[in-house]
Protein backbone atom coordinates (compact mmCIF):
# COMPACT_ATOMS: atom_id res chain seq x y z
CA UNK A 1 0.00 0.00 0.00
CA UNK A 2 1.44 3.51 -0.69
CA UNK A 3 1.51 6.00 2.15
CA UNK A 4 2.72 9.48 1.87
CA UNK A 5 5.95 8.95 3.15
CA UNK A 6 6.80 6.50 -0.18
CA UNK A 7 5.86 9.30 -2.35
CA UNK A 8 8.96 11.29 -1.85
CA UNK A 9 7.62 14.44 0.03
CA UNK A 10 9.10 16.57 2.45
CA UNK A 11 9.21 15.94 6.53
CA UNK A 12 7.27 19.27 7.13
CA UNK A 13 4.75 18.17 4.37
CA UNK A 14 4.81 14.90 5.87
CA UNK A 15 3.95 16.34 9.36
CA UNK A 16 0.53 18.56 8.09
CA UNK A 17 -0.50 15.70 6.36
CA UNK A 18 -0.72 13.82 9.72
CA UNK A 19 -2.30 17.14 11.25
CA UNK A 20 -4.69 16.76 9.04
CA UNK A 21 -5.55 12.89 9.89
CA UNK A 22 -4.82 11.73 6.17
CA UNK A 23 -3.75 8.23 6.29
CA UNK A 24 -3.05 7.38 2.58
CA UNK A 25 -2.94 9.16 -0.42
CA UNK A 26 -5.72 9.24 -2.69
CA UNK A 27 -5.85 7.54 -6.12
CA UNK A 28 -4.93 10.81 -8.09
CA UNK A 29 -2.63 11.74 -5.21
CA UNK A 30 -0.76 8.50 -6.06
CA UNK A 31 -0.87 8.84 -9.16
CA UNK A 32 0.39 12.80 -9.51
CA UNK A 33 2.59 13.75 -6.56
CA UNK A 34 5.82 12.15 -7.51
CA UNK A 35 5.17 12.47 -11.27
CA UNK A 36 5.01 16.59 -10.36
CA UNK A 37 7.96 16.38 -8.13
CA UNK A 38 10.23 15.07 -11.09
CA UNK A 39 9.04 17.48 -12.97
CA UNK A 40 6.98 16.38 -15.67
CA UNK A 41 3.41 18.61 -17.01
CA UNK A 42 0.55 16.93 -15.95
CA UNK A 43 -2.99 16.38 -16.95
CA UNK A 44 -5.00 15.21 -14.53
CA UNK A 45 -8.28 14.42 -15.03
CA UNK A 46 -10.18 13.99 -11.48
CA UNK A 47 -13.52 15.85 -9.83
CA UNK A 48 -13.87 17.73 -6.71
CA UNK A 49 -13.84 15.31 -3.96
CA UNK A 50 -10.72 13.16 -5.21
CA UNK A 51 -8.34 14.63 -3.37
CA UNK A 52 -7.04 16.88 -6.19
CA UNK A 53 -6.20 20.09 -4.33
CA UNK A 54 -4.13 18.43 -2.35
CA UNK A 55 -2.48 16.25 -4.94
CA UNK A 56 -1.06 19.45 -7.07
CA UNK A 57 -0.47 21.30 -3.69
CA UNK A 58 1.26 19.17 -1.61
CA UNK A 59 4.28 18.62 -4.92
CA UNK A 60 4.00 22.48 -5.71
CA UNK A 61 4.68 23.22 -1.93
CA UNK A 62 7.52 20.58 -2.02
CA UNK A 63 9.14 21.64 -4.98
CA UNK A 64 9.65 25.18 -4.07
CA UNK A 65 10.70 24.86 -0.08
CA UNK A 66 13.22 23.36 -2.36
CA UNK A 67 14.13 26.91 -2.97
CA UNK A 68 15.83 27.14 0.87
CA UNK A 69 15.37 30.69 2.33
CA UNK A 70 14.32 32.34 -0.89
CA UNK A 71 12.44 35.41 0.36
CA UNK A 72 9.24 36.23 -2.25
CA UNK A 73 9.75 38.89 -4.07
CA UNK A 74 7.15 42.07 -4.35
CA UNK A 75 4.63 41.05 -7.36
CA UNK A 76 6.59 38.48 -8.96
CA UNK A 77 5.14 34.75 -7.64
CA UNK A 78 7.37 31.25 -8.31
CA UNK A 79 4.34 29.39 -8.61
CA UNK A 80 0.71 30.61 -10.22
CA UNK A 81 -2.92 28.59 -9.77
CA UNK A 82 -5.72 29.27 -12.04
CA UNK A 83 -9.15 28.66 -10.63
CA UNK A 84 -12.37 29.60 -12.25
CA UNK A 85 -14.50 30.64 -9.15
CA UNK A 86 -14.25 32.92 -6.24
CA UNK A 87 -15.00 29.95 -3.96
CA UNK A 88 -12.72 27.85 -5.75
CA UNK A 89 -9.62 29.60 -5.55
CA UNK A 90 -9.89 30.49 -1.89
CA UNK A 91 -10.51 26.86 -0.88
CA UNK A 92 -7.39 25.98 -2.78
CA UNK A 93 -5.50 29.52 -0.63
CA UNK A 94 -6.92 27.64 2.59
CA UNK A 95 -5.43 24.24 1.62
CA UNK A 96 -2.58 25.84 0.55
CA UNK A 97 -1.78 27.63 4.15
CA UNK A 98 -3.04 24.40 5.47
CA UNK A 99 -0.28 21.77 3.96
CA UNK A 100 1.87 24.35 4.04
CA UNK A 101 1.85 25.65 7.22
CA UNK A 102 5.08 24.17 8.33
CA UNK A 103 7.00 25.26 5.48
CA UNK A 104 8.50 28.99 5.36
CA UNK A 105 6.63 29.80 1.67
CA UNK A 106 4.02 32.58 1.79
CA UNK A 107 0.74 32.00 -0.65
CA UNK A 108 -1.95 34.50 -1.18
CA UNK A 109 -5.48 34.44 -3.08
CA UNK A 110 -6.83 37.18 -5.38
CA UNK A 111 -10.47 37.50 -7.01
CA UNK A 112 -12.64 39.61 -8.31
CA UNK A 113 -15.77 41.32 -6.77
CA UNK A 114 -13.96 42.70 -3.56
CA UNK A 115 -11.79 45.73 -3.17
CA UNK A 116 -8.28 45.20 -5.21
CA UNK A 117 -6.31 47.50 -3.04
CA UNK A 118 -5.68 44.95 0.07
CA UNK A 119 -4.56 43.08 -2.69
CA UNK A 120 -2.08 45.29 -4.40
CA UNK A 121 -0.38 45.84 -1.27
CA UNK A 122 -0.15 41.71 -0.60
CA UNK A 123 1.43 41.59 -3.65
CA UNK A 124 3.89 44.12 -3.10
CA UNK A 125 5.08 42.57 -0.10
CA UNK A 126 5.75 39.19 -1.77
CA UNK A 127 4.38 36.10 -2.23
CA UNK A 128 5.66 32.66 -3.07
CA UNK A 129 2.32 31.29 -4.66
CA UNK A 130 -0.34 33.30 -6.31
CA UNK A 131 -4.01 31.29 -6.21
CA UNK A 132 -6.33 33.75 -8.53
CA UNK A 133 -9.09 33.82 -11.11
CA UNK A 134 -8.41 35.24 -14.53
CA UNK A 135 -10.30 38.64 -14.90
CA UNK A 136 -8.89 40.06 -11.39
CA UNK A 137 -5.36 38.34 -12.44
CA UNK A 138 -5.25 40.18 -15.96
CA UNK A 139 -6.25 43.15 -14.00
CA UNK A 140 -3.21 43.42 -11.63
CA UNK A 141 -0.90 42.67 -14.28
CA UNK A 142 -1.96 45.50 -16.24
CA UNK A 143 -1.98 47.68 -13.52
CA UNK A 144 2.10 46.21 -13.62
CA UNK A 145 1.76 44.47 -9.50
CA UNK A 146 2.06 41.24 -10.89
CA UNK A 147 4.77 39.77 -13.29
CA UNK A 148 4.64 36.14 -14.06
CA UNK A 149 8.52 36.01 -15.60
CA UNK A 150 9.54 34.26 -12.23
CA UNK A 151 6.67 31.70 -12.33
CA UNK A 152 8.01 28.13 -12.13
CA UNK A 153 5.13 25.91 -11.80
CA UNK A 154 1.26 26.59 -13.51
CA UNK A 155 -1.96 25.10 -12.24
CA UNK A 156 -5.13 25.69 -13.92
CA UNK A 157 -7.77 23.86 -12.34
CA UNK A 158 -11.02 22.68 -13.56
CA UNK A 159 -10.19 23.45 -16.76
CA UNK A 160 -13.10 22.58 -17.89
CA UNK A 161 -15.37 24.87 -16.15
CA UNK A 162 -12.83 27.59 -17.32
CA UNK A 163 -14.13 26.98 -20.42
CA UNK A 164 -17.55 26.70 -19.56
CA UNK A 165 -17.64 30.09 -18.27
CA UNK A 166 -16.02 31.44 -21.28
CA UNK A 167 -12.49 32.16 -19.41
CA UNK A 168 -10.18 30.97 -22.41
CA UNK A 169 -9.04 33.94 -23.97
CA UNK A 170 -8.24 35.25 -20.21
CA UNK A 171 -6.18 31.97 -19.96
CA UNK A 172 -4.89 32.11 -23.09
CA UNK A 173 -3.43 35.77 -22.45
CA UNK A 174 -2.20 34.45 -19.05
CA UNK A 175 -0.25 31.77 -20.45
CA UNK A 176 1.64 33.58 -22.74
CA UNK A 177 2.79 35.99 -19.69
CA UNK A 178 4.79 32.59 -18.47
CA UNK A 179 8.38 32.50 -19.20
CA UNK A 180 9.50 29.67 -21.29
CA UNK A 181 10.72 27.17 -19.03
CA UNK A 182 8.07 26.12 -16.20
CA UNK A 183 5.71 23.04 -15.71
CA UNK A 184 2.07 22.99 -16.35
CA UNK A 185 0.11 21.05 -13.97
CA UNK A 186 -3.38 20.66 -14.96
CA UNK A 187 -7.08 19.38 -13.79
CA UNK A 188 -10.17 18.61 -15.23
CA UNK A 189 -13.28 16.74 -14.28
CA UNK A 190 -13.92 15.78 -18.19
CA UNK A 191 -11.83 15.09 -20.69
CA UNK A 192 -13.87 16.73 -23.59
CA UNK A 193 -12.64 18.02 -26.90
CA UNK A 194 -12.11 21.91 -25.77
CA UNK A 195 -10.07 20.94 -22.78
CA UNK A 196 -7.73 18.63 -25.10
CA UNK A 197 -7.08 21.45 -27.26
CA UNK A 198 -6.65 23.49 -24.67
CA UNK A 199 -3.83 21.21 -22.94
CA UNK A 200 -2.49 20.47 -26.84
CA UNK A 201 -1.26 24.09 -26.31
CA UNK A 202 -0.47 24.49 -22.88
CA UNK A 203 1.18 21.27 -22.00
CA UNK A 204 4.42 19.91 -22.81
CA UNK A 205 4.80 16.43 -23.25
CA UNK A 206 2.60 15.59 -20.37
CA UNK A 207 1.92 12.45 -17.80
CA UNK A 208 -1.72 11.39 -17.94
CA UNK A 209 -3.87 10.63 -15.20
CA UNK A 210 -7.00 9.42 -14.17
CA UNK A 211 -9.60 8.40 -11.88
CA UNK A 212 -13.16 7.69 -11.99
CA UNK A 213 -14.33 7.94 -15.33
CA UNK A 214 -17.21 10.21 -14.62
CA UNK A 215 -19.57 7.96 -15.30
CA UNK A 216 -18.87 5.88 -12.70
CA UNK A 217 -18.34 7.89 -10.06
CA UNK A 218 -22.17 7.80 -9.21
CA UNK A 219 -21.84 4.40 -8.10
CA UNK A 220 -20.46 5.50 -4.36
CA UNK A 221 -24.08 7.65 -4.18
CA UNK A 222 -27.19 6.34 -3.33
CA UNK A 223 -29.62 8.12 -5.87
CA UNK A 224 -33.32 8.12 -6.05
CA UNK A 225 -35.74 10.08 -8.49
CA UNK A 226 -39.20 10.82 -7.50
CA UNK A 227 -41.65 11.49 -10.07
CA UNK A 228 -43.60 14.94 -9.43
CA UNK A 229 -46.25 17.24 -10.84
CA UNK A 230 -44.51 20.48 -11.34
CA UNK A 231 -46.96 22.03 -8.81
CA UNK A 232 -46.29 19.90 -6.33
CA UNK A 233 -42.78 20.00 -5.82
CA UNK A 234 -42.24 22.56 -3.18
CA UNK A 235 -44.70 20.74 -0.53
CA UNK A 236 -42.50 17.05 -1.62
CA UNK A 237 -39.46 19.10 -0.73
CA UNK A 238 -40.41 20.75 2.78
CA UNK A 239 -42.00 17.21 3.10
CA UNK A 240 -38.22 15.35 2.50
CA UNK A 241 -36.45 17.97 4.69
CA UNK A 242 -39.23 16.78 7.20
CA UNK A 243 -36.47 13.89 7.59
CA UNK A 244 -33.77 14.60 10.67
CA UNK A 245 -31.26 12.89 9.01
CA UNK A 246 -31.24 15.05 6.37
CA UNK A 247 -28.61 17.02 8.48
CA UNK A 248 -26.47 19.10 5.17
CA UNK A 249 -27.95 19.15 2.23
CA UNK A 250 -27.21 21.07 -0.99
CA UNK A 251 -30.03 22.16 -3.42
CA UNK A 252 -30.38 22.29 -7.05
CA UNK A 253 -32.10 24.55 -9.42
CA UNK A 254 -31.64 25.55 -13.08
CA UNK A 255 -31.76 29.06 -12.51
CA UNK A 256 -30.98 31.81 -10.00
CA UNK A 257 -34.57 33.35 -9.74
CA UNK A 258 -35.28 29.24 -8.78
CA UNK A 259 -32.82 29.23 -6.54
CA UNK A 260 -34.12 32.63 -4.63
CA UNK A 261 -37.58 31.13 -4.61
CA UNK A 262 -36.77 27.92 -2.81
CA UNK A 263 -34.43 29.56 -0.27
CA UNK A 264 -36.90 31.90 0.32
CA UNK A 265 -39.81 29.13 0.50
CA UNK A 266 -38.05 27.20 2.69
CA UNK A 267 -37.38 29.80 5.16
CA UNK A 268 -41.07 30.44 5.30
CA UNK A 269 -41.39 26.58 5.92
CA UNK A 270 -38.82 27.25 9.05
CA UNK A 271 -36.19 26.06 7.34
CA UNK A 272 -32.83 27.57 7.66
CA UNK A 273 -31.97 28.09 4.15
CA UNK A 274 -30.28 30.42 1.98
CA UNK A 275 -29.10 30.88 -2.16
CA UNK A 276 -25.44 30.84 -3.57
CA UNK A 277 -25.31 31.85 -7.73
CA UNK A 278 -23.71 34.17 -9.61
CA UNK A 279 -25.99 37.27 -8.85
CA UNK A 280 -24.56 37.39 -5.09
CA UNK A 281 -22.00 39.40 -3.97
CA UNK A 282 -19.28 37.68 -3.09
CA UNK A 283 -19.44 38.85 0.63
CA UNK A 284 -23.09 37.10 0.63
CA UNK A 285 -21.48 34.14 -1.04
CA UNK A 286 -19.20 33.65 1.68
CA UNK A 287 -21.65 34.25 3.84
CA UNK A 288 -24.18 31.27 2.83
CA UNK A 289 -21.26 29.30 2.71
CA UNK A 290 -19.65 29.71 6.31
CA UNK A 291 -23.04 29.79 7.69
CA UNK A 292 -23.46 26.07 5.72
CA UNK A 293 -20.20 24.77 6.54
CA UNK A 294 -20.87 26.02 10.30
CA UNK A 295 -24.27 24.46 10.27
CA UNK A 296 -26.05 27.74 11.17
CA UNK A 297 -27.96 27.08 8.06
CA UNK A 298 -29.08 23.06 6.90
CA UNK A 299 -29.78 23.80 3.16
CA UNK A 300 -28.23 25.68 0.45
CA UNK A 301 -30.06 26.03 -2.59
CA UNK A 302 -27.59 26.63 -5.63
CA UNK A 303 -27.52 26.67 -9.41
CA UNK A 304 -24.77 24.28 -10.95
CA UNK A 305 -21.93 27.00 -11.69
CA UNK A 306 -21.88 28.62 -8.33
CA UNK A 307 -21.95 25.21 -6.58
CA UNK A 308 -18.71 23.91 -8.96
CA UNK A 309 -15.64 23.40 -6.79
CA UNK A 310 -17.50 23.98 -3.53
CA UNK A 311 -15.95 21.51 -0.77
CA UNK A 312 -18.42 21.32 2.01
CA UNK A 313 -17.44 18.47 4.28
CA UNK A 314 -20.39 16.02 5.49
CA UNK A 315 -22.92 16.85 2.79
CA UNK A 316 -25.53 14.28 3.77
CA UNK A 317 -27.95 14.83 0.82
CA UNK A 318 -28.17 16.35 -2.14
CA UNK A 319 -31.60 17.26 -3.71
CA UNK A 320 -31.95 17.92 -7.75
CA UNK A 321 -35.26 20.40 -7.33
CA UNK A 322 -34.73 20.79 -10.89
CA UNK A 323 -32.94 18.19 -13.14
CA UNK A 324 -29.97 19.60 -14.42
CA UNK A 325 -30.36 19.53 -18.49
CA UNK A 326 -26.90 18.86 -19.25
CA UNK A 327 -25.82 15.19 -17.88
CA UNK A 328 -22.47 16.18 -16.90
CA UNK A 329 -23.83 18.34 -14.44
CA UNK A 330 -25.59 15.77 -12.67
CA UNK A 331 -22.87 13.92 -11.90
CA UNK A 332 -21.10 17.05 -10.85
CA UNK A 333 -24.26 18.14 -8.61
CA UNK A 334 -24.10 14.82 -6.80
CA UNK A 335 -20.53 14.67 -6.46
CA UNK A 336 -20.76 17.06 -3.72
CA UNK A 337 -22.27 14.27 -1.36
CA UNK A 338 -19.86 10.97 -0.93
CA UNK A 339 -17.15 13.13 -0.74
CA UNK A 340 -13.32 11.50 -0.31
CA UNK A 341 -14.72 8.15 0.04
CA UNK A 342 -18.17 8.96 2.47
CA UNK A 343 -21.44 7.99 1.36
CA UNK A 344 -24.12 10.38 0.47
CA UNK A 345 -27.34 10.14 -0.88
CA UNK A 346 -28.83 12.02 -4.15
CA UNK A 347 -32.91 12.40 -4.48
CA UNK A 348 -33.60 14.09 -7.67
CA UNK A 349 -37.63 15.42 -8.16
CA UNK A 350 -38.44 15.07 -11.68
CA UNK A 351 -41.89 16.49 -13.25
CA UNK A 352 -42.99 15.40 -16.76
CA UNK A 353 -41.16 18.04 -18.83
CA UNK A 354 -37.61 16.64 -17.41
CA UNK A 355 -38.36 13.12 -18.02
CA UNK A 356 -36.38 13.24 -21.17
CA UNK A 357 -33.47 14.77 -19.17
CA UNK A 358 -33.47 11.74 -16.83
CA UNK A 359 -32.64 9.44 -19.98
CA UNK A 360 -30.04 11.42 -21.02
CA UNK A 361 -28.57 11.40 -17.08
CA UNK A 362 -29.38 7.58 -16.99
CA UNK A 363 -27.25 7.00 -20.61
CA UNK A 364 -24.10 9.47 -19.54
CA UNK A 365 -24.40 7.39 -15.71
CA UNK A 366 -24.54 4.01 -17.38
CA UNK A 367 -27.58 2.96 -14.97
CA UNK A 368 -31.15 3.49 -14.16
CA UNK A 369 -31.72 5.81 -10.77
CA UNK A 370 -33.63 3.64 -8.34
CA UNK A 371 -37.48 5.40 -8.55
CA UNK A 372 -38.85 6.05 -4.93
CA UNK A 373 -42.57 5.72 -4.99
CA UNK A 374 -43.07 5.92 -1.41
CA UNK A 375 -43.92 9.82 -1.14
CA UNK A 376 -47.82 10.95 -1.61
CA UNK A 377 -47.16 12.81 -5.15
CA UNK A 378 -45.61 9.97 -6.97
CA UNK A 379 -47.09 10.25 -10.49
CA UNK A 380 -47.18 7.21 -12.43
CA UNK A 381 -47.95 9.29 -16.01
CA UNK A 382 -44.72 10.68 -15.61
CA UNK A 383 -42.94 7.65 -14.34
CA UNK A 384 -44.21 6.56 -17.88
CA UNK A 385 -43.48 9.64 -20.08
CA UNK A 386 -41.50 8.93 -22.86
CA UNK A 387 -42.29 11.80 -25.01
CA UNK A 388 -38.70 14.07 -26.20
CA UNK A 389 -36.96 16.36 -24.30
CA UNK A 390 -37.46 20.19 -24.03
CA UNK A 391 -35.26 22.51 -25.71
CA UNK A 392 -32.09 22.63 -23.92
CA UNK A 393 -31.44 26.38 -22.70
CA UNK A 394 -28.48 28.12 -22.54
CA UNK A 395 -25.01 27.95 -20.87
CA UNK A 396 -23.82 24.37 -21.55
CA UNK A 397 -20.34 23.11 -22.96
CA UNK A 398 -19.15 23.88 -26.80
CA UNK A 399 -17.57 27.11 -26.32
CA UNK A 400 -14.65 27.96 -28.35
CA UNK A 401 -11.44 26.68 -26.59
CA UNK A 402 -9.45 26.83 -29.94
CA UNK A 403 -6.01 25.68 -29.30
CA UNK A 404 -3.78 26.67 -31.99
CA UNK A 405 -1.20 23.76 -30.13
CA UNK A 406 0.55 21.51 -31.96
CA UNK A 407 -0.28 17.42 -31.05
CA UNK A 408 2.19 16.29 -28.48
CA UNK A 409 2.97 13.11 -27.83
CA UNK A 410 1.83 11.89 -24.34
CA UNK A 411 2.03 9.38 -21.81
CA UNK A 412 -0.29 7.88 -19.24
CA UNK A 413 -0.23 6.75 -15.96
CA UNK A 414 -2.43 5.59 -13.23
CA UNK A 415 -4.97 4.61 -15.04
CA UNK A 416 -7.37 4.67 -11.38
CA UNK A 417 -10.23 2.68 -10.28
CA UNK A 418 -12.63 4.48 -8.66
CA UNK A 419 -11.73 7.28 -6.11
CA UNK A 420 -13.96 5.63 -3.37
CA UNK A 421 -14.27 2.55 -1.95
CA UNK A 422 -17.07 0.80 -0.90
CA UNK A 423 -19.97 2.51 1.29
CA UNK A 424 -18.58 2.81 5.12
CA UNK A 425 -22.18 2.65 6.21
CA UNK A 426 -21.14 5.94 8.24
CA UNK A 427 -21.65 9.12 7.81
CA UNK A 428 -19.15 11.72 6.50
CA UNK A 429 -17.01 13.58 9.22
CA UNK A 430 -13.18 14.14 9.53
CA UNK A 431 -12.31 11.35 11.65
CA UNK A 432 -15.02 8.83 9.68
CA UNK A 433 -13.18 9.69 6.26
CA UNK A 434 -11.68 7.44 4.24
CA UNK A 435 -9.47 7.83 1.02
CA UNK A 436 -10.18 5.88 -1.96
CA UNK A 437 -9.54 1.97 -1.64
CA UNK A 438 -8.28 1.41 -4.94
CA UNK A 439 -4.51 2.19 -5.83
CA UNK A 440 -4.13 4.19 -9.03
P1 LIG B 1 -10.63 17.98 -3.26
O1 LIG B 1 -10.90 16.91 -4.29
O2 LIG B 1 -9.29 18.55 -3.38
O3 LIG B 1 -11.72 19.00 -3.26
O4 LIG B 1 -10.64 17.26 -1.81
C1 LIG B 1 -11.81 16.77 -1.22
C2 LIG B 1 -11.66 16.55 0.27
O5 LIG B 1 -10.83 15.43 0.53
C3 LIG B 1 -11.06 17.72 1.03
O6 LIG B 1 -11.94 18.05 2.08
C4 LIG B 1 -9.75 17.20 1.57
O7 LIG B 1 -9.51 17.71 2.87
C5 LIG B 1 -9.96 15.70 1.62
N1 LIG B 1 -8.74 14.92 1.37
C6 LIG B 1 -7.76 15.19 0.49
N2 LIG B 1 -6.81 14.24 0.52
C7 LIG B 1 -7.19 13.33 1.44
C8 LIG B 1 -6.61 12.10 1.93
N3 LIG B 1 -5.47 11.63 1.44
N4 LIG B 1 -7.28 11.43 2.89
C9 LIG B 1 -8.44 11.89 3.36
N5 LIG B 1 -9.05 13.04 2.95
C10 LIG B 1 -8.43 13.76 1.99
Request: some cysteine; proline content about 5%; aromatic content about 4%.
Amino acid sequence: MTDFASLKLAQPLLRAIKDEGYSKPTPIQQASIETIIEGHDLMGVAQTGTGKTAAFSLPLLHVLSDNEGRKAIPCQPLALVLAPTRELAGQIGDSLRLYGRHVPLRSMVVFGGVNIRPQIQALKRGTHILVATPGRLIDLMNQGYCKLDRVKMFVLDEADTMLDMGFIHDVRKIAEKLPGTHQTIMFSATMAKTVKKLADGLLDDPVHVAVAPEATTAEKIEQRVMFVPRDKKRQLLTEILGDEDIKRVLIFTRTKHGANRVAKQLGQKGIRAEAIHGNKSQNQRQKALNNFRAGRIRALVATDIAARGIDVEGVTHVINFELPNEPENYVHRIGRTARAGCEGIAISLCEKDERAWLRDIEKTIRASVPVDRDHPYHCEEIARHTGPAPKRGGGGRGRNGGGGGHSRRSRTRGQGGEASGKRSGRRCNRNTRRSGSRAA
